[in-house]
């Protein structure tokens, strides 16, 4: 399974957007690139993911390289309810199975 | 819509004892997963089940460990002769098929002492 790098924390503004980094350079051409976060104490909400173009949803924006050995999730505007743990996960969609392989994310604090 | 359920949400345990853990996933998902997270750490998968069938079971950790989805809609997790190191939370998944989006529940935190 391709691995991912993520920085292990990060800071934001409140109002401010935040670009979270995510390096994959083993992906391979089946690969999908999610993003899930985690709040205190909650079970992992999805976020977004794409394949090898930009993507936009009501939460965040995804931009994945040319050569798709990175990728970056944008939030537009923090909130403090952003903070949380973002994980960057690599999964291959028609395998047997979807299972998701964790690592330990990026911790990202919203200040007020 | 109701989400993912998981009871209980907090047990706790004595070392050699065996424990069961509910999960009751969304309406009309066909695919249910089950992880592990460890303090500090991001979640381990466990267990796939499509339908009744544990289509994928590579990540149960040992024999103690085992998973049941009998009439293709709530799975329970089974821990025989609990251990210290079990103590985490353990979160269920569900999703519409195997090639959509995951859906978490809050996760059941066990505690062996």
């Known amino acids: 399974d391709a691995k991912t790098t993520q920085p292990n924390s990060m800071e934001s503004n409140e109002e401010e957007p935040v670009h979270l980094p995510c390096n994959h350079s083993t992906i391979s051409g089946t690969d999908y690139i999610h993003w899930y976060r985690q709040l205190p104490s909650q079970g992992p909400e999805y976020v977004i993911h794409?394949?090898?173009s930009n993507v936009n949803n009501r939460m965040a924006s995804l931009a994945i390289a040319e050569d798709r050995k990175s990728s970056t999730l944008i939030l537009h505007r923090a909130t403090l309810r952003d903070a949380a743990v973002y994980y960057c996960i690599l999964t291959v969609y028609g395998g047997a199975t979807n299972k998701l392989i964790f690592g330990t994310g990026t911790l990202l604090a919203v200040q007020p | 819509g109701a989400g993912v359920s998981q009871t209980p949400s907090n047990k706790v345990t004595e070392k050699g004892k065996y424990v069961e853990l509910r999960c009751d996933p969304i309406?009309?998902?066909?695919?249910l997963y089950w992880y592990r997270q460890s303090l500090g750490q991001g979640p381990e998968f466990l267990i796939y089940?499509?339908?009744?069938?544990?289509?994928?079971d590579s990540g149960l950790p040992n024999d103690r460990f085992f998973a049941v989805r009998p009439e293709g809609s709530v799975s329970t997790l089974k821990i025989q002769r609990t251990e210290r190191g079990d103590s985490a939370v353990y979160l269920c998944a569900s999703s519409l098929g195997r090639r959509s989006v995951q859906f978490f529940g809050p996760g059941t935190r066990l505690t062996v002492l």
């Open positions: 089940f499509q339908g009744t069938g544990a289509a994928d």
């Open positions: 794409g394949l090898t």
């Open positions: 309406s009309g998902h066909t695919a």
